[in-house]
């Protein structure tokens, strides 16, 4: 920072001193020798240009998340509360996670195992989950079932979650339907649920909220009043948890 307000005290120096009739004989010559000096007070101290980057991200990063923050306030009711999420963990709890996910993303399995070990160890957590299906077909299979499992009979549907976010191979239709029946569903009625006009509708919501947060990749987690694009590494998730609970 000091070598920047010493840039900021030189230029008007130079500006000073080339304004003088002595100094140059036209705007011209005045505006290539203030460039030349700038140039060379760079060139001898290149670490003012790392540090007014280091302020440049600084600040973007601030803007950053005061948008997010206010992304998430504006939608606050579809996220946390839309009326056909399934909710995991302490459904009355203080700290709402909202999770968008793709059964078939293997980041997303990842972040699954992390999520059930802060589910264990964070009561306080509720866990909203979001089909946001961007892998393809089978993808969008998959959360339609989920969806439709939780519409069915919401009393197995953790148990349908796990087994889908689990799932050894490749999600595929008939496996999706076999994990359900496996699980008690009645499969006819699952389909028809699943191929109805009321999943469709929750799904494009999903979809809508997803553009709308600006999220385009799973898993992407609202902790809060704050957007995580991507998987965080477990003790970052654990901290940012923690640093909510404190704020709250």
Known sequence: MRSILKLVLTIPLLLLAMAHPLAAQDAGNQDRDLGSAIRAYLLENPEVIIEALQVLEERRALQAAANDKALVAANAGSLFDDGYSFVVGNPDGEITIVEFLDYRCPYCKRAHEQIARLLEGQPEVRLVIKEFPVLGHQSVTAARVAIAAAAVDPSKFKLLHEAL????????????????????????????????????????????????????????????????????????????????KTSN
């Open 165 to 244: 976010m689990t799932f050894p191979a490749e999600l595929e239709e008939n496996s999706v339907y076999q994990l359900a029946a496996g699980l008690g569903y009645d499969v006819e009625a699952l389909r028809l649920e699943a191929e109805g006009d009321a999943t469709s509708a929750k799904l494009e919501a999903n979809y809508r909220l997803a553009e709308t947060m600006g999220l385009t990749g799973t898993p992407s987690f609202v902790v809060e009043d704050e957007i995580v694009r991507g998987i965080l590494p477990e003790d970052q998730m654990w901290a940012l948890v923690e640093s909510k």
